[in-house]
């Protein structure tokens, strides 16, 4: 067999009837061969005869869709100049649309030597065992039209977005409407009992946790272990494949576009939280599994004193270069394929500092930046931000161009604070309840810059957040090191979930949950709400599960039965949020009227029913806040330029362990007062006050009230 000179655009794997063209960008490489492997394993080698500019390519007649593929890259072994080339390794191409297999932990995977998976080894010395039978292989997509069935992006707009975080696995192992078959899968999440949970709890938008192809560490592979997350990508193009229930060679594209398709039937926007930052090949001592081998000074941020060695912007051992054009153009690539040819509607970046440094240092002028902001396509589309890495100037929160969104750390950690009782008062609590100002105001940027969260993947569960002062990591196998010491947590006074149950534990730790979502969907911004947490999950003190693939990590759905008003609680709050524009504002507050004489669109209170004082905004020992949402301040307008109108709110954050009471706003405010929802019981809802009037708060509370006038 042959080649025939193909092209060299596009890059990858391009199939046509007579042939499937192979192009391969290597610059440094002396020789590129394409290796085919038969469903028994059986290698063929062909080298690309073709070079044009710094690309490989050869088109190979007779290979069909579905088969398995990779690269080996012959150039010198020098890895003191940053060169890591070993054609013993076989690479997944960058550009693959599919994989299949998985990784197996083996000292062959290594381009240097290492004698066993017990041992490091040199990674100075090349090894010239061959790796094909342990690594992943690539397959060829046939790129035939999918039946999309006349499907559109919801789009959903930002102010009214709440989003979803969620993994395909946890979501649907466990969920007693998912077949057993199916659990597990993109069909699994894309089921009508999944999707019948999803719109019924209110959210919009489902942001999935990494389905690009990943592989686990060959260390953690070795001791037992394994990557569930899946923040350790292989392939930017490929879906997840063992995310599918359909098969693995080329199947897993079409069922991932059928997930979409059927979630945006359902009116639910597509997230991917991608990881552009870092790949699966580690640091200098890691597995050679395509980039290393193909054009690792180009691919990777090396160090400029020892070239052997990566700059680690991103705690994994490596830091992809984005800033180098090649590098870049794949990032686009892979961009606008999952949305162009997969329809998913935006993206989360992980860890985006690192995305951002041109040679060393975080900017937000620099390339990357530039072209999503100049791209036709991704403008388009919601893109959020990881706003850190672990680099020196990586914590940027606040810092992103406007087309951006951002993961805000200080709205998890002030919310946290004030409901444990650790704040230095509520200066900060009524920033982030009111979108965070002091963050995305002055550059001109909107409240919906902020994605508002209390939890996410990474950290305690909701549950969990009330039920433990510290980690219990034992079950990842790193002797409890691993994950965050700094939890902002609080167990109100038993570690854990004691037996035999006590009621008023219970009740008081639930109540804290409530508080906490409360503050989060009635907060101005774009709330995320970490899967689970609205039926209760516990993930038993183990606030860093990237490991557990089991029932530490997978929701437990029989939960919802045993706290049922805590479901109820949650789809009530996004039932009020999508009714009222006034929690959901696209402009920042003023502080003063709209229309002179009448109210401030936003006024904050003391416990004593007067407008808080600079005295009080500094005072460290204050645990309440009332805040006054007038829904005739409303600043933005509508589609046609017409006024949005609402009712107007009032709600407590009341933190004190001791029951307060307070005096309402005067009559200047309101009339009078109608209990909306309280926290501390069900049976408070509808009552009336007076304007003026006194009303209790229950220690560690939330009141929402409605202004009658």
């Known amino acids: 067999m042959e080649p025939w000179p193909g092209h060299w655009t596009p890059l990858g794997a391009t199939y046509d009837v007579a042939a499937t063209n192979f192009a391969l960008w290597a610059p440094e490489a002396e020789q590129v061969e394409v290796c085919l492997f038969d469903d028994d394993g059986?290698?063929?080698?062909?080298?690309?005869?073709?070079?044009?500019?710094?690309?490989?390519?050869?088109?190979?007649?007779?290979?069909?869709?579905?088969?398995?593929?990779?690269f080996r890259v012959h150039g010198p072994w020098d890895p003191a100049?940053?060169?890591?080339?070993?054609?013993?390794?076989?690479?997944?191409?960058?550009?693959?649309?599919?994989?299949?297999?998985?990784?197996?932990?083996?000292?062959?995977?290594?381009?240097?030597?290492?004698?066993?998976?017990?041992?490091?080894?040199?990674?100075?010395?090349?090894?010239?065992?061959?790796?094909?039978?342990?690594?992943?292989?690539?397959?060829?997509?046939?790129?035939?039209?999918?039946?999309?069935?006349?499907?559109?992006?919801?789009?959903?707009?930002?102010?009214?977005?709440?989003?979803?975080?969620?993994?395909?696995?946890?979501?649907?192992?466990?969920?007693?409407?998912?077949?057993?078959?199916?659990?597990g899968t993109y069909a699994g999440l894309a089921h009508p009992a999944a999707l019948e949970y999803l719109t019924g709890l209110g959210i919009t938008t489902v942001e999935l946790l990494p389905v690009h192809q990943f592989v686990s560490e060959p260390d953690f592979l070795h001791r037992g272990s394994l990557n569930y997350w899946g923040y350790n990508t292989l392939a930017f193009f490929a879906p997840h494949n063992a995310y599918s229930s359909a098969g693995t060679r080329g199947e897993q594209v079409d069922e991932f576009k059928a997930m979409v398709r059927a979630l945006h039937e359902a009116g639910l926007e597509v997230i991917l939280d991608v990881v552009y930052n870092h790949t699966a090949e580690q640091g200098d001592g890691g597995p050679t599994l395509a980039y290393r081998g193909i054009a690792n000074e180009a691919y990777y941020h090396v160090d400029p004193a020892d070239r052997s060695r990566y700059l680690d912007y991103t705690g994994t051992g490596n830091t992809f270069r984005v800033a180098h054009p090649q590098v870049l153009g794949l990032v686009m690539d892979s961009l606008r394929y999952w949305v162009g040819e997969m329809h998913?509607?935006?993206?989360?970046?992980?860890?985006?500092?690192?995305?951002?440094?041109?040679?060393?240092?975080?900017?937000?002028?620099?390339?990357?930046?530039?072209?999503?902001?100049?791209?036709?396509?991704?403008?388009?589309?919601?893109?959020?931000?990881?706003?850190?890495?672990?680099?020196?100037?990586?914590?940027?929160?606040?810092?992103?161009?406007?087309?951006?969104?951002?993961?805000?750390?200080?709205?998890?950690?002030?919310?946290?604070?004030?409901?444990?009782?650790?704040?230095?008062?509520?200066?900060?609590?009524?920033?982030?309840?009111?979108?965070?100002?002091?963050?995305?105001?002055?550059?001109?940027?909107?409240p919906y810059a902020s994605i508002n969260y209390v939890t996410a993947h990474d950290g305690f569960t909701m549950r969990d957040l009330v039920s433990y002062d510290r980690k219990h990591n034992e079950a990842n196998g790193e002797e409890n090191r691993d994950g965050t010491d700094n939890n902002r947590s609080w167990n109100h006074g038993v570690e854990g979930d004691p037996v035999p149950p006590d009621p008023a534990l219970r009740e008081l730790r639930l109540r804290q949950v409530k508080n906490m979502l409360t503050t989060m969907l009635l907060s101005t911004g774009v709330p995320m709400l970490l899967s689970g947490d609205e039926a209760g999950r516990t993930q038993r003190g183990n606030n860093n599960a990237y490991c557990q693939d089991n029932e530490i990590s997978w929701i437990d759905w029989s939960l919802a039965a045993e706290h049922p008003e805590l479901l109820e609680h949650v789809r009530r709050l996004l039932r009020f949020r999508r009714a009222h524009p006034v929690v959901r504002q696209r402009r920042f507050f003023e502080g003063v009227p709209v229309v002179e004489g009448g109210r401030k669109d936003i006024a904050w209170f003391a416990p004593s029913g007067a407008e808080m004082t600079e005295t009080e905004w500094h005072d460290g020992s204050l645990r309440t806040l009332g805040m006054y949402l007038n829904g005739e301040g409303i600043r933005s307008r509508g589609v046609r330029g017409e006024p949005i109108l609402d009712e107007s709110f009032l709600l407590y954050v009341h933190a004190g362990a001791d029951a307060l009471d307070v005096r309402l706003p005067g009559r200047f405010w309101a009339a009078s007062y109608e209990v909306v929802l309280d926290t501390a019981s069900a049976a408070a809802e509808g009552r009336r006050h007076r304007a003026a009037g006194r009303v209790r708060l229950t220690g560690r509370s939330c009141l929402l009230l409605r202004v009658i006038d």
Not at 375 to 388: G, S, T
Request: charged fraction near 30%.
């Open 42 to 70: 059986a290698e063929t080698r062909l080298v690309l005869p073709n070079r044009t500019f710094d690309i490989w390519h050869g088109a190979v007649p007779g290979v069909r869709p579905g088969q398995r593929y990779g």
């Open 81 to 183: 100049t940053g060169r890591r080339f070993n054609p013993a390794k076989l690479l997944t191409d960058p550009y693959a649309r599919a994989v299949d297999g998985a990784l197996t932990a083996h000292p062959a995977v290594y381009g240097h030597v290492r004698p066993s998976m017990d041992e490091g080894g040199d990674h100075h010395v090349r090894d010239d065992r061959d790796s094909a039978p342990y690594v992943p292989k690539s397959v060829v997509v046939d790129r035939h039209p999918f039946d999309w069935r006349g499907d559109a992006p919801p789009r959903v707009p930002w102010s009214e977005t709440v989003l979803y975080e969620t993994h395909v696995r946890g979501f649907t192992m466990r969920h007693p409407g998912v077949p057993e078959e199916l659990r």
């Open 344 to 446: 998913v509607d935006g993206f989360r970046f992980d860890l985006a500092s690192a995305l951002a440094r041109s040679m060393h240092d975080v900017d937000m002028l620099g390339s990357f930046m530039t072209v999503i902001g100049q791209d036709p396509v991704l403008r388009e589309v919601k893109l959020i931000a990881e706003p850190w890495d672990v680099g020196p100037g990586g914590y940027q929160v606040g810092e992103f161009p406007h087309l951006w969104t951002e993961w805000n750390d200080r709205y998890r950690d002030s919310v946290r604070d004030h409901w444990r009782g650790a704040a230095a008062g509520v200066r900060d609590l009524a920033f982030r309840l009111s979108g965070s100002s002091d963050l995305y105001a002055d550059d001109r940027r909107r």
